[in-house]
């Protein structure tokens, strides 16, 4: 039996080596405890066809994860020149040239086998894991290794974990995006919603 890191948990810590603006440098995960929460992607290798793409649009798209106070770790089994050699190659290379956030390696496979990602080829699937700012893994999802993330998705789960944080007793129905109407957790409070939406009137 497969003991998968569960939501609610604290996240497996780990030090290690990663590369962020062309420098190597020590990334222990606990350092980020109390000050942000933490997106870990994991991806399969670098110069991968897929993960450049999702890789890349996370970059880009960062200042929309800074302002959620979330710290960005993408992580693999390459090693750490391997990491600058993909950071030094332009992007229609299929580099990661400018890119925004740490690349993290996990040369040993420790990290990517303590997440439960590891493929028989010895490479991580691209997983998802989100966790607070208390070092509890609040997100955790796996794609096929040949499916790209979606960034809109993974922003939305950011912003509705950190309303129900900030929100307790409320819950987010389908589909929910930040200002949409929420719901009580409570199973008799909730009626009130399923009445609001679900009443004759408007069926």
């Not at 810590?13 to 929460?37: E, P, Q």
């Not at 991806?43 to 991968?48: E, I, K, Q």
């Not at 290379?93 to 996990?106: M, Y």
């Not at 991580?124 to 894991?129: D, I, L, M, Q, S």
């Amino acid at each position: 039996m497969v003991d998968y890191p569960q939501i609610g948990k604290l996240a497996p810590n780990f030090l290690t080596v990663g590369v962020f603006n062309k420098k190597l440098g020590k990334i222990r995960l606990s350092d980020y405890r109390g000050k942000k929460y933490v997106l870990l992607i994991f991806y399969p290798a670098n110069f991968t066809p897929v993960s450049p793409t999702e890789l890349i649009t996370l970059s880009d798209r960062i200042a929309e994860f800074r302002k959620l106070s979330t710290q960005i770790l993408a992580i693999s089994i390459d090693s750490p020149f391997s990491h600058l050699r993909s950071l030094l190659s332009s992007r229609y290379e299929g580099g990661l040239a400018n890119l925004q956030f740490p690349l993290v390696s996990d040369l040993t496979q420790k990290i990517t086998n303590d997440y439960k990602l590891l493929t028989d080829d010895g490479m991580a699937f691209p997983g998802v894991v989100l966790i607070d700012k208390e070092g509890v893994i609040q997100y955790y999802t796996v794609n096929n290794l040949l499916c790209g993330r979606n960034i809109n998705e993974i922003l939305r789960i950011l912003e509705s974990i950190q309303y129900l944080k900030e929100h307790p007793g409320q819950a987010c129905p389908v589909d929910w995006n930040y200002g949409d109407k929420t719901i009580y957790s409570h199973p008799l409070k909730s009626k009130l919603y399923f009445k609001e939406l679900y009443s004759p009137q408007k069926n």
